[in-house]
Structures are given as C-alpha cells and as structure tokens.
C-alpha cells in the first residue's frame, strides 16, 4: 500500500513539475551534450569565406562593415544579420573559433528554451513540450547547425522564428477571445518585425505564414470561431503581410544566388530530376530522423536515382499525406506535424537546385520539429487511452532523449576540424569526388602529400572532368615530384576551365622543371595579364629569363616580385622575399651595376641576418 502512495506521489510530482525547472534541465542537458564544440575548429567548408579570411567580418563592427552586410551578396546570400553577429563575435571574442562556437550554442540553447515555452504556450501540454524541446536540443541532426561556424544562419534564424511565432500566438488569442475580440496591432506587429530579423539571417522560414496557418487550425482552433464559409479565406487575407515579406526575401534570395552562381541552370540537373530527388530527399530525411545513422556532409547528388526508390518516395510521400488528412479530425496533431514537416522543407528540398548536395542535415533544423510534435503527442495519446502503459512510455522517451544525446556526441567529434569532417564524409557517402577532393586539400595543407595524391586521385575516379580535382591531382604529383604527370593534369584542367592565374603559374613552374622554358614563360605571362599582381608569376617567369641571359627582364619581374608583398609577412614569406632580393642582386650584378646589386644584397640581409648565402656574396663584393 505505501509503496503505491509513493509511485501515485511521484506521478503528481512528474505532472506538476515546474516549466522553469524543465526549461532548466534542458539548458544544463543541451551544454553538458554539446560541451566539445568548444575545442572544434573551423572547417575549410565556407569557414573561411564567413568568417577567417572575410575582411569585414575580422575587422568587427563598425558603420562601413554594417553598411557592407546590408549591401552585399556575397557567398550567394543576403543575411545581413548574420554578417553582423559574426562581426560582434570578433568585438568580443577576438578571431578564434571559441567565439562564433559559444554565440551557436548559445543560440541553440536560446532556441531549445524558446521551443519549450511557445509549445507550451501553444498546448498547455508540459510535458510533451518538453519531449520535443529534448528532443530538438538534442538530435544529431542539428550538430551541423551548432558545430559549423558558418551556419550561424540556422540557429540565429530560428530564434527570431520562434519569436515571431510567440507574438502571433499571444494575437491570436486575442482575436479569438469570446469575451472581446479584438486586433492587437504590437503583437502583430512584432510578428511581423520578428519574422523578418528571421528572413535578414537566413530566408529558411519564408514558409513561416503557412505554419501560421497549421496553428491556426490546431492547436490555436481558430478555424471553429465562427460559422461560414469565410473564415478560412480570412485567416488567408490574416496572413498577407507575412506573405510579402516571405515573397520578397524569395526574390532577393534567387536572384543574389543566380548572380553568384550558386543556382545550378536545368543543363547541369533537369527538372525531371529534381523532382525525383525531391521525394527522395523527403524520404531520406525521414530515414535520418529516426535512424540518424552515416551523417555527414555533403551529400552528393547522384543525378539520377533508382526507379524503384523514386517511386517507394513517391508513394510514401503521398500516402503520408493522405493519413494526415484522414487524422486531421480525431488526431489534428498529425496533420499539423507532416504538414509542418513537408511544408517548412519546400525551400531546401531541391526544387531549385542550389550548389551540388542533394540534401544536407542543416535543412531539417526547423522541420524535423513537426516529427517531434507527432511523436510526443502520439505517446501522449498511447498515455491517455492506457493508462498502465505510463511508465513504459515515459522510458521509451527518456532512452530516446539518451540515445540522440550519444549519437549527438559522436557526431561532434565528425566536426572537430576539416579533416575530421571530410574523412567522415568520405567514408559515409561513396562516389564523392567533391569529399575525396576536399580532404585531399587538407592532407597536402598539413604536410602529407603522398595521402593528398591518393585522396585526389580517387576524386578523379570518381570524376575525372571536374577542374577543381585536376587541378589538385596536379599540385599533389608536383610536390611529389612527378612533373610530367603534374603537367598532364594541369592542361586538362585548362581545357575544363575557368582558366586563372594560379592555374598557369603552377603549370608554367612545372613546365619549367623539366626545362620546358618556352612553353612556361608563355604561361607566366598569361597568369600575370590575368593576375598582374602575382608574386609567383613574376619570381618563377624573372628565374626562367635569368637562366636564359635576359638578365635586365629578369630584374624588372624580380623588382616587381617584390612590389606586390604584403606589408605584414609570416615566416614563409619573409624567406621567400629575402631569397628574391637575392636573386634581383644576382640580375643586377650580371648588368654591373654593382651598387644597386649590392643594395638588394642589404636589403635581404635585413629580412634574413642569419642567411650565409647573402652575407657570402656581400663579402665577396668587399661590402658590409
């Protein structure tokens, strides 16, 4: 008998536990999960170009930079938003990557939280609420979201989403009030303010105006206010303004990533095949949220995909549309999950074919929500019409929680740096040459090119006409020491195009280590009508002259080598400079003009004291 109190007891306890405390354990969860994306780095995958070597972004807030991220469509996007939290990440943190880590979580934690208290709001349901939040902080889904810097876009986009969201609920009450309805022009308004902070961070939620509609239907019930046929065509007209805002973030977003060539024309994927990917992707996304099993990134586009997955997607697709629509009535839950679901994934699911991937993990970071709700409220209903399968279900739940938490960590560690994230990447998606390629990249950058020249050459197997591969085939049999095969690689690359100055300059150095002299220098003076500031260009073409006795050419490139340094040098180029004022000392000697010979002489010896290559020649000339 005590022993039945005492479970009767702990159950009232479980019902009645305060929301803060929930919201509580779901921040301590969340960071004690997420705790070792402070020790990731940036990845080479767009890392860079948000945030490492992006000028205004490293150089922090200030009016021009603020002025730059409302005006530039650079990386194919316009979210200035989230250029301006990644400038006051630097104001604050400095250019490290502990930084933009901590404001990701931060945010994911801010969005988990968000989460929790809107369904709540929503619903009145704590507990299943709280499944979804948990479940949403910690599926591995949304480590690509958290750990890359770059998808700041994500989290901060979502957060100004659930805001908006938050102030149209707190509207919607009011409009249907049976007391006295009436229009709250702030909570509007701040919808609408909120939702388009969202749009500025990342244009994800242009869908947001239909899942407004969702909850109009369920849970907010706004449809049964009153008889008519013209409720539902009210609700629409409701929804105008978010539809323009939705609108005009579409056209910006198209046409800045059309003029960045980020949209890929109906000659690279038909739109046959988009289609079809479509409805695999849908079914794949749903594979990955309950078997959340070989993530990675990217996921290559296959082009073409079997006939009979296409057509199981298909059915799928539409038969799960067809049960929630049966269910709408007696379970209006699975409706508004499947159809937040399909709906928020319409902009990502590859109808316009943007960049190669065919789907990515970072795309479900809002939608894989409307699953969460339909499984929290399905094991709410299993509690309500069995009563004896309570404790069953809640540890269902809870190994749920458990086992996305694990998964989460081990898909943390994929994210550690570029070279754990490509050799995650490589070994989950088979045929990714852009994967192979990639982590080929990292390898030669870290001082291992023999493992480069096989992670290139398995991205040429894969795909032996992309440029990027045969240019980096070539860079790695060149430092390995293979020059005619180099040189083989680096034409096809130049019949692929685009032709660029690095390219050339590459192809003529290799062409001029098997004393192909004449075919190099053609090729140096093409990199520097491409690049007239190329400091390679003009050192490797000044060498070929110097060796052919055309020694006052030779300086005037040596001279121009050393023009086009940066002002601040690492130690790699405080060498290369020093060894270049050497070599202009060697032209201008072979001119006789001793003096200026001897002051380039000097002037490397600055760079370099220690250097007894230097010091010789000027002892040989009797100078100090």
């Known amino acids: ?56 972004v490293q150089t922090g807030l200030n009016p021009a930079n603020i002025e730059w991220a409302f005006t530039t469509g650079y990386v194919s996007n316009w979210h200035p938003l989230t250029w301006i939290s990644l400038m006051l990440d630097v104001q604050l943190f400095g250019r490290g990557p502990f930084g933009p880590h901590l404001v990701n979580l931060l945010l994911h934690v801010a969005d988990t939280g968000l989460l929790f208290f809107l369904l709540r709001k929503l619903t009145g349901a704590t507990w299943k609420s ?44 009011e409009r249907s009030s049976p007391s006295r309805p009436r229009f709250s022009v702030p909570d ?30 369920c849970p907010l019930q706004r449809f ?25 973030s579409s056209v910006v977003t198209f046409v800045v990533q059309q003029k960045g060539g980020a949209v890929q024309g109906l000659d690279h994927i038909s739109l046959s095949e988009r289609i079809q990917n479509a409805f695999v992707s849908y079914a794949r996304y749903l594979g ?54 399909a709906g928020t994934l319409i902009p990502t699911i590859g109808l316009v074919q943007v960049g190669g991937a065919a789907m990515a993990d970072r795309y479900m970071y809002v939608p894989v929500i409307g699953i969460f709700i339909i499984g929290a409220w399905a094991l ?46 490589v070994a989950v998606t088979k045929g990714d040459g852009a994967a192979s390629n990639e982590m080929g990249a990292w390898l030669a950058a870290h001082g291992q090119p023999g493992l480069a020249l096989t992670a290139f050459a398995e991205a040429y197997r894969i795909d032996p006409d ?77 060498t070929i002259l110097y060796k052919e006795h055309r020694f006052p050419e030779a300086a005037q490139h040596f001279q121009e080598a050393l023009h086009f340094f940066p002002a601040n040098l690492d130690v790699n180029e405080v060498a290369v400079k020093a060894q270049i004022c050497c070599n202009l000392g060697d032209a201008l000697l072979q001119q006789g003009k001793t003096s200026e010979a001897i002051q380039s002489y000097q002037q490397g010896l600055q760079l370099e004291p220690d250097n007894p290559k230097i010091r010789s020649k000027l002892q040989a000339l009797g100078a100090p």
Not at 189 to 194: D, E, F, H, I, K
């Open 1 to 56: 008998m005590a022993a039945t109190k005492s479970q009767a007891d702990a159950g009232r306890r479980f019902k009645t536990a305060s929301p803060p405390v929930i919201c509580l354990f779901l921040i301590v969860a969340t960071l004690a999960v997420y705790w070792p994306v402070f020790h990731c780095d940036f990845v080479a995958l767009d890392d860079p170009e948000y945030f490492i070597t992006n000028g205004n």
């Open 466 to 542: 992309n440029f990027a591969g045969l240019y980096n085939m070539g860079n790695a049999l060149a430092k390995t020491g293979h020059k005619e095969e180099a040189i083989t690689f680096y034409q096809h690359a130049a019949e692929i195009g685009p032709i660029n100055a690095d390219l050339l300059s590459n192809l003529g150095f290799a062409l001029a280590s098997v004393k192909r002299y004449d075919e190099a220098v053609t090729n140096f003076e093409m990199a520097l009508v491409l690049k007239p500031g190329s400091v390679g260009a003009h050192n490797n073409l000044a």
């Open 288 to 341: 990955k949220t309950f078997w959340p099993e070989n993530l990675a990134n990217p996921y290559p586009h296959p082009g073409h995909w079997p006939q009979s997955l296409v057509i199981f997607s298909i059915g799928l697709f539409i038969l799960s549309c067809l049960v929630a629509l049966l269910l709408a009535r007696k379970f209006p839950f699975v409706f508004v999950g499947w159809f937040w679901f």
């Open 224 to 248: 049964k206010v009153s008889a008519g046929k013209s409720v539902f065509a009210k609700l629409v007209l409701e929804k105008v303004p978010f539809l323009v805002l939705s609108f005009l």
């Open 130 to 173: 709280a499944l979804v939040a948990a479940l949403f902080a910690l599926h591995p889904l949304h480590v690509e979201s958290v750990a890359w810097v770059a998808e700041r876009k994500d989290v901060l986009s979502a957060f100004f989403g659930f805001l908006s969201v938050w102030a149209y609920a707190r509207y919607a009450r």
């Open 188 to 217: 509007y308004a701040a919808a609408l303010v909120w939702l388009a902070l969202s749009l500025m961070s990342k244009p994800m939620l242009v869908t947001l105006p239909f899942v407004l509609l969702l909850l109009d239907f």
């Open 380 to 425: 709410g209903e299993i509690c309500t019409r069995w009563r004896g399968t309570q404790p069953a279900v809640i540890t269902l739940a809870a190994l749920l929680v458990i086992l996305c938490a694990g998964r989460t960590r081990f898909q943390l560690g994929c994210w550690h740096d570029t070279g754990t994230l490509y050799t995650r990447a």
